[in-house]
């Protein structure tokens, strides 16, 4: 009995070490993941102190998939702390309101006030812009490129040097013609000084208060992110932050700093210079990069639940070869209906989640899929296997939308929904595949 025991004994404590050594492993692991992708020392450590306090060591030792439930838990937390638990400001269409845009000169302000005008303009709203940049000599010359290109209203001068000025008196204009979005974008400098905090309150002041300040935010500039939020923070009320340049090779751990020292929510994310490189924040994919798994949060558990065992190896193949094609497209979506109401599972699978089948929405989501892969059963092997564009020219388009009964219109709308879902998961190229059995693991 002694001896059983003794025994007893020796293996709860063999198992406790052991388990906090994976814990403690692990979080070193992610330690350096999160301070390479720039999130703030202090905030690391944070994370680090909450993480033992929430993982129970006893569940790890009943449970075989230690890392699973620890990395969840990390993933959890990180999620956690980029909400700051209120939602910023929504405007809402038909009233006016006055959106003011501030951050470092270079950050991408400019080219994101444009990207905030045409995001809402294609939803129906009327957006306005007001150039009170005159810091920077060519700053209304761009303001006005963009705003011509998108077809937006602007506002600015080429010779009132006082950006007070301008702006109130664009955002008195463009309230006069009923412009329900006005936004504000303001000058900056290459460092924090106390002129720009000055300009930016008093540009604050006399727009009437705007209803949002945007704090814009590049993505690269490490770990200077706390310092820089906060300096704007204390001088407009900021209330919402947008990271610019995520298309780089940044992962944006600075973000967390900027919702820690702003208290407020990341609400876009600027993914290239195009007006519409612009995505709607979504948290658990930035997490997942920020962890170092590319956009994938969950990815090869989602992988593992929605794509049948024997299809795993090939398509993730397929897809470190970068070739997202049609034909794999099919196949996702026999997967998707397959596996019957949809929406939760494929919350995490990038792409397919929030833009093909937002939430609630599941039946006219499945009922779309279904008819798309009707106008891909008209298809040839050659179309379904390429993954060449151009490859799709009018006749076959034609083709295809006689052969399945459909509109002209609803192919080009399912190649689009192709592309852009092989744009998100060109990022795969090069993703190194896990062995058999280190699957779980991730
Ligand atoms: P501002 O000085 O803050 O107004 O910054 P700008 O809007 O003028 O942007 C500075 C540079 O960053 C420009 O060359 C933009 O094209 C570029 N830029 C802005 N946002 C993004 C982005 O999301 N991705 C990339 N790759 N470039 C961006
Ligand atoms: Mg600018």
Redesign the pocket.
């Known amino acids: 009995l002694g001896g059983s025991i003794s025994r007893a004994i020796q293996q709860m404590s063999n198992a406790t070490i052991i388990d906090e050594k994976v814990l403690n492993e692990c979080l070193n692991e992610i330690t350096r993941a999160l301070l390479q992708a720039d999130v703030q020392f202090k905030l690391v450590r944070e994370m680090q102190t909450n993480i033992k306090k929430i993982v129970n060591l006893d569940d790890l030792a009943a449970g075989h998939n230690k890392r699973r439930i620890i990395q969840q838990a990390i993933f959890n937390e990180l999620c956690k702390m980029l909400d700051p638990g209120k939602p910023s400001f929504t405007p809402k269409k038909g009233k006016p309101s006055v959106i003011m845009?501030v951050?470092?000169?270079?950050?991408?302000?400019?080219?994101?006030?444009?990207?905030y005008a045409y995001y809402h303009q294609k939803k129906g709203w009327k957006p306005a812009l007001v150039c009170a940049?005159t810091f920077?000599a060519g700053?209304f010359d761009?303001l006005k490129q963009n705003a011509t290109k998108a077809k937006i209203p602007f506002y600015g001068s080429y010779t009132e040097s006082d950006p007070v000025r301008i702006a109130v008196e664009g955002v008195e204009t463009f309230k006069k013609e009923n412009c329900d979005l006005i936004i504000v974008?303001t000058?900056?400098r290459h460092k924090q000084e106390a002129a720009l905090f000055e300009e930016m309150r008093q540009v604050s002041e006399a727009t009437v208060n705007p209803d949002l300040v945007i704090f814009?935010m590049?993505?690269s500039i490490g770990q200077a992110a706390f310092d820089q939020a906060q300096a704007f923070k204390q001088s407009v009320s900021v209330g919402a932050v947008i990271v610019?340049?995520?298309?780089?090779h940044a992962k944006g751990g600075g973000a967390l700093s900027a919702v820690a020292a702003t208290k407020s929510p990341v609400i876009f994310?600027?993914?290239?210079?195009h007006m519409d490189?612009?995505e709607v924040f979504d948290v658990k994919p930035f997490v997942s990069r920020l962890l170092g798994m590319g956009d994938w949060s969950g990815f090869m558990d989602k992988i593992h639940e929605v794509v049948p065992m024997d299809q795993q190896p090939e398509l993730l193949q397929k897809l470190s070869e970068g070739n997202f094609t049609l034909r794999i497209m099919y196949e996702q979506f026999q997967n998707i209906l397959k596996m019957g109401p949809i929406g939760q599972v494929f919350s995490m699978l990038p792409g397919f989640s929030s833009e093909l089948m937002p939430k609630g929405r599941e039946k006219e989501s499945q009922a779309k899929i279904k008819r798309y892969m009707t106008m891909m059963d008209s298809m040839t092997n050659e179309e379904l296997d390429s993954s060449n564009p151009k490859l799709m020219n009018d006749s076959r388009i034609m083709r295809i939308a006689r052969g399945s009964g459909r509109q002209v219109r609803e192919v080009m709308e399912m190649l689009e929904e192709y592309k852009r879902l092989a744009k998100i998961w060109s990022k795969m190229k090069g993703l190194k595949i896990p062995k058999k059995g280190e699957m779980s693991a991730l």
């Open positions: 845009f951050g470092l000169q270079g950050s991408g302000k400019t080219t994101t006030c444009t990207k940049d920077r700053a761009q974008d000058s900056g814009v590049d993505s610019t340049k995520m298309d780089g994310i600027g993914t290239g210079e490189e612009f």
